[in-house]
């Protein structure tokens, strides 16, 4: 049984720094897309970060320059540092992992099979 866990969220000013961090057990190999999605209430999950199987790395545009993802694949460990957050960061953030043979999945949130419970990010003005 696969499984997803985040930390790292909490409660920063405007201009501020979180560094999130996702778990995954239970998945056989490591190689596999994964990526960072935000959802605010009544909103859409959106996607704001991914990386690929072979290593290639999707933003989505309002975190470009301010956020970066990493993957440890020997943890099976994805991070997510972002620099300079903003009031609009404001989000539970969710990791996503997909199944092995989805070699390309990007930002699209249905190509994700196992999902985190969230971590809260919260920033003030």
């Known amino acids: 049984q696969v499984q997803v866990v985040e930390s790292g969220g909490g409660s920063v000013q405007a201009g501020g720094s979180l560094n999130l961090s996702c778990v995954v057990s239970?998945?056989?190999?490591?190689?596999?897309?994964m990526g960072w999605f935000r959802q605010v209430p009544g909103k859409q999950r959106e996607g704001v970060a991914a990386?690929?199987?072979?290593?290639?790395?999707e933003y989505e545009d309002s975190v470009k320059g301010r956020f970066t993802i990493s993957k440890d694949n020997a943890k099976n460990a994805l991070y997510l540092q972002m620099n300079n957050l903003k009031p609009e960061d404001t989000a539970m953030y969710y990791c996503?992992?997909?199944?092995?043979?989805?070699?390309?999945?990007?930002?699209?949130?249905?190509?994700?099979?196992?999902w985190g419970q969230g971590t809260q990010v919260t920033v003030s003005s």
């Open positions: 239970g998945y056989a190999g490591s190689r596999y897309c």
């Open positions: 996503a992992a997909a199944d092995s043979f989805v070699l390309f999945a990007g930002l699209l949130s249905h190509e994700y099979r196992y």
């Open positions: 990386i690929d199987q072979d290593g290639d790395i």
